[in-house]
């Protein structure tokens, strides 16, 4: 990953050229009629949405969240940007096995041979924040969910570049809310972080939901767990909007 400097250069030098190319777009609008802007809109935010996109595959970190999040609001968002950032849902970049490796052992103060009677290098899943991996455990199929390395610090540096973007943009673009928007994600970025609390919130849906027949909420295996490292009993399922 780039380091601190690089980071916010990469940031903000995406910004920059994303807003640069609607100011321009809107100038000479003014200039050539409505209709010059309405035949180049939807070039203009495709080509956007795949810059974006690349800045943060490239920066990951909060930037692969930010792009989740984004993608998610079908109602204000441009269709044209749905598409590239949707990807960014399912196709985040993991860490190598080493890594993780390493990861568990800090963790759970043993090695993954040790701990696990198989466990799969290939991730299931990668997210902004951790990656999934399949594993078995005392005879049961499991899934263990990882911390990237250094992921916390890198978090706090994305939300303080993010926070001034925010900023920035709120003054510009007259967006009412979005300061508001912006501390609720550092505070479910924070949340995010705390497996232990994942864990137990977990436990607690299962316990009231035990009524239910039609919902099940996988295991949470406390003695395998910790605040950077969860896992639970797997469970075969299809993504939501599929």
Not at 117 to 134: C, L, T
Not at 149 to 155: C, K, N
Not at 159 to 179: C, N
Not at 205 to 213: E, V
Request: glycine fraction near 4%; include cysteine.
């Amino acid at each position: 990953m780039l380091k601190a400097s690089a980071r916010k250069r990469k940031a903000y030098w995406t910004a920059s050229v994303v807003a640069m190319s609607y100011l321009w777009l809107y100038f000479r609008s003014k200039l050539f009629g409505r209709r010059y802007w309405l035949r180049r809109i939807r070039q203009k935010n495709a080509k956007n949405a795949q810059r974006l996109k690349k800045t943060m595959m490239e920066l990951q970190g909060l930037f692969i969240k930010a792009g989740q999040l984004i993608s998610t609001l079908s109602n204000v968002l441009p269709e044209e940007f749905r598409g590239p950032l949707e990807e960014l849902q399912d196709h985040a970049p993991p860490h190598s096995y080493d890594a993780i490796s390493s990861a568990i052992k800090r963790e759970l103060v043993k090695p993954i041979q040790e701990i696990f009677e198989r466990f799969d290098q290939v991730p299931i899943a990668a997210a902004s924040i951790g990656q999934a991996h399949r594993a078995r455990l005392n005879g049961e199929e499991v899934v263990v969910k990882i911390q990237h390395p250094q992921i916390e610090a890198l978090l706090h540096l994305d939300l303080s570049i993010i926070e001034h973007l925010v900023t920035l943009f709120a003054r510009f673009m007259k967006i009412k809310g979005i300061e508001h928007l912006y501390r609720q994600v550092a505070q479910m970025i924070e949340e995010e972080l705390d497996y232990v609390q994942e864990a137990v919130s977990m436990q607690l849906i299962k316990q009231n939901l035990a009524y239910d027949p039609k919902i099940y909420i996988p295991k949470v295996f406390t003695a395998y767990s910790s605040r950077r490292v969860l896992t639970i009993e797997y469970c075969e399922g299809v993504k939501i909007s599929d």
